[in-house]
């Protein structure tokens, strides 16, 4: 009797461990959020076309951004993931000119800026393998569209001017990254992918690419 009771205690303290070990290898957050900061390479020039024959050359973007996405994970392996990236930019100047309404000219100051923006709104599967460690390896496949906007302003004392251009066009992102679980509500995720992108124009008004690489660095929440 005795060596039947202590055999029923072992199997019932080897339970919980078992059980935990289970949960552990078969479940998986069904949600995951990410936030974190954008860094990407060089943009290739662009010439901004706001009509009233304003033609003006810049860029879309700095390095530094922002990237947020969603992950509905299907399984421990496979999910959906929509992602979204901006870009902001910031062009600032100022200058003398003559104003010759009526005689004597006058010199005034105008100032001028420049605000590029660019957006990438992707969607598509993320794969993830899941394993017994604190690193998760995963890749994406993201499609969607890059939507850009640019405006422009002069002013002063004898002028003030503000136009507005933008369009959309298609855009990707093939590449992939790492998460280190830190605890059980976050992880630390870092990915590098390749982002293609069919907007901007050149010197003639001809659609142009911009392919870029996308380095992100944030905080997943699952």
């Known amino acids: 009797m005795r060596r039947l009771i202590l055999g029923i205690l072992l199997m019932s303290c080897g339970v919980p461990p078992a059980l935990a070990q ?3 290898t078969e479940s998986y957050p069904k949600f ?3 936030g974190g900061y954008l860094d990407s390479g060089e943009f290739p020039y662009n010439v901004f076309h706001f009509g009233q024959g304003i033609t003006l050359e810049s860029d879309f973007g700095t390095h530094h951004g922002l990237e947020a996405s969603l992950i509905r994970n299907l399984n421990r392996y496979f999910g959906l993931k929509g992602d979204f990236s901006a870009h902001f930019h910031h062009d600032h100047g100022s200058g003398s000119v003559n104003v010759c309404l009526q005689a004597p000219c006058s010199a005034i100051t105008l100032t001028a800026d420049l605000n590029p923006k ?6 598509g599967p993320e794969i993830k393998k899941r ?8 890749a994406h496949a ?17 002028i003030n001017l503000s136009v507005k251009t933008s369009e959309t066009g298609f855009a990707m992102a093939f590449g992939g990254g790492l998460d280190l679980h830190l605890t059980r509500r976050f992880s630390f995720r870092t990915s590098l992918d390749y982002n293609p992108k069919w907007v901007g124009r050149d010197e003639n008004g001809l659609r142009q690419s911009q392919n870029d690489l996308r380095l992100s660095v944030g905080v997943l929440f699952h």
């Open 142 to 158: 993201l499609l969607g569209v890059a939507h850009t906007t640019a405006t422009f302003k002069v002013a002063g004392p004898a």
């Open 22 to 24: 289970s949960i552990t």
């Open 118 to 123: 660019l957006f990438n709104f992707l969607g």
């Open 32 to 34: 995951e959020v990410f």
């Open 131 to 138: 394993n017994h460690t604190r690193f998760t390896p995963f």
